[in-house]
């Protein structure tokens, strides 16, 4: 065998040898080193025990997770309020204006270890009359809205910030006031916007349209529910021909009226007058304003 020979075969077993030596003894040396997971320390992010936003009463069930919230120490509601709050604020403002002798007591809570700074005897009444403000600008009736406060040992809390210390209760509604009320309403409705009849020139007819047929209706409904109620008439005139004239043309007008009313269910006493040319109501100096003038108002006393 040629020197050569001998010195490629040296080369090849030392290559040989070199990588059983590595791979017997030093094959784990590479190997990630690993952690007994009993040892390995868990970092867990502790969550706050959050406080409903409830509104629960006869008519009316809603719940969302998010809440209003207040600083501690503090008496001004957090903004921006969630939206799922809102929703159920505007879902409280409809049922309001759908009950309006429903009433609601927002309760305010604060911390025994918290400090008033406020007006308000404690913290939990301001915080109450804040939440009452912010619904009053959401278009509540502030009348509907009672509150008080109470102060409690603890709330839950995340940091600074107390998660939703307020409830609300509904209180019963007085359904024999809103019986009485109702009546009221349809009066005041009479009068507000009340049955008007315009007739032509020195005429004391009148054809009624289907608005003033249920104006009609609704004095007949009034006066069927109140008998000692009085329906007055009162004529009008433009100022077409002498004083005298117009005031006998008003009450002819103001009689024509009665006798209407009568014949479609209005049993009530009826008084009648006539103005005249006293008061009117548009510019008789044009066919439009004297048109308008020409008339007589229906109204309960």
Sequence with gaps: MSK????????????????????????????PETIDPIEKPIVTTPE??????????????YHTT????????????LVPIGDSVNIGIEKLKAF?????????????YATSDETNTTKFENLGVARANDVKNYFVTKGLTGSQLDTKGEIVDKW???????FGPVSYKFEVADTTTVATDEWSLLKEKINTDPLTLYFSTSKSRNILGADEKQKVADIAKYTAHDKAAVVLIVG????????DSNVALGQKRA???KNYLSKNGIGAQIETE??????????????????????????IK
């Design 48 to 61: 706050a025990s959050l406080v409903p936003f409830v509104l629960n009463g006869s008519g009316i069930d």
């Design 236 to 243: 009008h005139s433009d100022n077409v021909g002498n004083r």
């Design 96 to 108: 309001l204006t759908s009950n309006p002798k429903q009433k609601i007591t927002i309760t305010g």
């Design 156 to 162: 839950q809390t995340n940091s600074d910030t107390l």
């Design 66 to 77: 998010d809440n209003i919230k207040f600083l501690k120490n503090n008496a001004s509601v």
């Design 255 to 257: 009689e024509f009226t």
């Design 4 to 31: 050569k020979a001998l010195y490629l075969l040296g080369i090849a077993i030392t290559i040989i040898l070199g990588t059983f030596l590595y791979l017997k003894f030093c094959c784990n040396c590479t190997k």
């Design 274 to 299: 006539s103005k005249g040319p006293d008061e009117p109501i548009g510019d008789n100096g044009t066919r439009e304003g004297k048109a308008s003038n020409r008339r007589t108002v229906i109204t």
